[in-house]
């Protein structure tokens, strides 16, 4: 009787031991943070029928939908652009008052940018950054990388 009680706590403070040697060392996969377009339709079902509500929407053309944020900056703010048939979802900045600057100061404050003539790329990093570097993201980052699903939760700063 008494074998079986050292048995059975040796077992329990083996698998402890193991336990917490597997907490203190794990250490998560690191997040994919390229360039990506792609959503998933549940994303963008999601998005549509309840994130939306904090969007004016607007049609470029067909099938591609620009969602603009009912609070925005002066300066400038990004825009959410869906194209409904290929499943993709773009970050755009889109400049603020007054427009008769051609360049503006970038959202990562390390220089300045045409946001008319760069690339959907651009845009993409631009926003990647400011949402990585800002204590509380606008909520535009914070829609459009679930999106595209780079969860906001797992961004390492």
């Not at 059975?8 to 390229?34: H, M, R």
């Amino acid at each position: 009787m008494l074998s079986e009680r050292r048995l059975l706590a040796g077992a329990l403070s083996a698998i402890a031991v193991g336990l917490c040697l597997a907490w203190a060392t794990y250490q998560p996969a690191p997040v994919d943070e390229s360039y990506r377009t792609d959503m998933q339709e549940n994303r963008h079902l999601y998005f549509k029928n309840i994130r939306s509500i904090h969007y004016l929407r607007g049609e470029v053309g067909n099938g591609i939908f620009v969602y603009t944020p009912k609070v925005r900056g002066d300066s400038g703010h990004f825009v959410i652009r869906i194209n409904t048939y290929t499943q993709e979802a773009h970050l755009r900045w889109v400049r603020g008052n007054p427009p008769g600057r051609p360049t503006v100061v970038r959202p990562d404050s390390l220089g300045y940018w045409n946001p008319d003539t760069a690339g959907a790329q651009t845009h993409w990093h631009q926003g990647l950054y400011a949402f990585k570097h800002r204590q509380r993201p606008d909520r535009v980052l914070r829609d459009y990388f679930e999106l595209v699903d780079l969860n906001p939760v797992r961004v390492s700063k």
